[in-house]
């Protein structure tokens, strides 16, 4: 449960601004050899002295023992309640290659596999063929037209694919056409609801057409589709907010995310110094920036302990540019704890600082897990950041007389 | 709202183990001589070695405010949402005496009572008959069948007792027969919904029998039935958690409501050293450990300050016994507080510390309930506790891609 409903009812349009900077992955746990996290590593003047101005606290993306993938963490962090609001995988596999996606779609994640004559799947990945080969019969298949409904299909990476059906009446509540194992046939789409027949039929007919044209493209001779998945029908930040939010991302699967809340998409380069030129350069234009710096979170996965602290004290030295514009509310937080040791996203609660001039600043003086745990915002959902960043800007009304 | 169906939806079985150590009516308040709580007072410096290494925090069994009695609070840390889950009264009483009930069940707790020549009632305890006049005249009404259900009479303890009603379509939702008070005589058990009829029907024709084979026996001359519940059908901790759990407790209610999540029982002795020696022989044969503590929840109901500490200085001088297996987590908390001077439970929220490898450090030193206000876990919810323990043991996948 969350407060966005509640929160649409008071929210109010100013003239203030609002940055989130979210830092993914942002949380860690110690080096077993210094027995300090990232962190607690990394020299942060410039974060420390906002940590001494701001009011800080550690929040749970999900729950306490649930670690978030990136839709969820994220959505969490725009204040959606992220288990209702869970995003099927193929529309995070779509707009994690910035795909559109318009009312109404269906999106599924695909696989080339290999089958023997008798249809039976030998290998659910087809080698791994190469990216060229993907985009290759990603060609092939694309464009079809199936009982009026129109199908792209999209390469992603080695055997991956992502296939949208556009039509009328496509339900999502479909079964999956790959069984997970080889020694096995590709099982059929099946309707799970009585309003699915029509994407059933249509996903079986593509995928005997698909079977047809891959013929002699061995090891790549079938698909298989999984995560069926609709446009998800979330409330804007527009709506919600009365916000005119802009999204700064260098990474297409955070740009989807802020796409499917409503947020505008900049264009941006490929650093964090564009990012944050970008920022700046759009500053006049917009009342909310949601600024993703994704790097953190891949030191983190590939378990590079010193590279998460460098790009954290990378992260510190750009921030006198956020601090610099003044704007009304600057948060700071992660969509989930990523620590090095763990090579993953993980469970652990994420900090969150912020800062303004109605903050009530606790006396926390450092950027880190455990100085943030005598913060003055204790102990909170995700959920909560967006209610406080908005409170904070005085875009929230009283709540009853 | 707990997050078990998330939970059970991304439990994965894996060699790491757990043990909860629950420690009954752990917290406490201040012996108002010394301003020292009985965790503060005992001295405990393989609590506090595990708090330094581990995070602290506290944990609400219900909510804040809120006293449980040792069903909800033991359901709370099992993860159980200890409002929905609650169990009827003659279940509880049924476990607590090692019954298996079977599903279909219903149990009722009855007191042996004594009523006058017109029927009224003169005292609903039977002058508390000894518990040998109990067990005699529970034989008396053993091991009736009444239109095809067979009802089995246990006793419990001076005029207390428990009746199991077993056979077809018994649903317990029915009045009790017992009015609470003297002066009146006993109402019939009556359906309350109309799926109840066959129950209330057989119930009350126990009763006029059983007045039938008790005339003559006074004090004890008539029975008063109350707190009907059938057997919950409670999703167990091998569906949710995927996990092989083994309870080792002294007394039959601890073993009863382990029994009703689906643990299997220890055969155990009756003293605390019996206990962790049952939880080393069994290690290697299970990977979740329930260890309950009764003695520091008795002392605690007596009002015996003294006593509760000595209890906690003994489970802390065993405490090498369970941190010597090298458990992946272990986690040490109560089902509720228990403080001397209420003597009784009350709504305290209650110390929790996990420790495993992964368990992200905080700086308390103490295990105290004031030094558990700044750890690492803050203040969660009792229900809580599981899903952090599974994360911590690696036993939880992420949530949403």
Known sequence: ??????????????????VLLVIDGL??????????????????????????????????????????GSGPGHLAVFGYDPVSSN??????????????????????????CTIDEKGVITDRRAGRISSDKCAELCKLLDGMSIDGVNIMVYPVREHRFVVVFRGEDLAADVSESDPSRTGVAAPPVEALSPGAGKLADVANQFVAEA????????PANMVLLRGFAGKPGF?????????????????PMYRGLARLVGMEIADTGATLQDEFDTLKQNYSKYDFFFLHVKWTDSAGEDGDFARKVTVLEQVDAALPELTGLEPDVLVVTGDHSTPAVLKGHSWHSVPVLLCSKYCRTDPVQMFSESAFLTGGLGRIHSTDIMPLAMANAQKLTKFGA
């Not at 969350?2 to 609002?18: A, C, E, G, M, R």
């Open 1 to 18: 449960m969350t407060n966005i409903d509640l929160v649409k009812d008071i929210s109010i349009t100013s003239p203030t601004k609002i």
């Open 27 to 68: 949380g860690g746990l110690p080096d077993p050899q210094t027995g300090k996290t990232e962190l607690e590593t990394a020299s942060t003047p410039n974060l420390d002295a906002l940590a001494a101005k701001g009011i800080c606290g550690m929040a749970d993306p999900i729950a306490p023992g649930i670690t978030p």
């Open 87 to 112: 995003i099927g995988r193929g529309v995070l596999e779509a707009v994690g290659i910035d795909i559109e996606l318009q009312p109404g779609d269906v999106a599924a994640r695909g696989n080339f």
């Open 211 to 218: 079977k047809n044209l891959l013929a002699g493209h061995q």
């Open 235 to 251: 409330a804007t930040m527009q709506e919600i907010y009365k916000l005119n939010p802009l999204a700064v991302a260098v990474y």
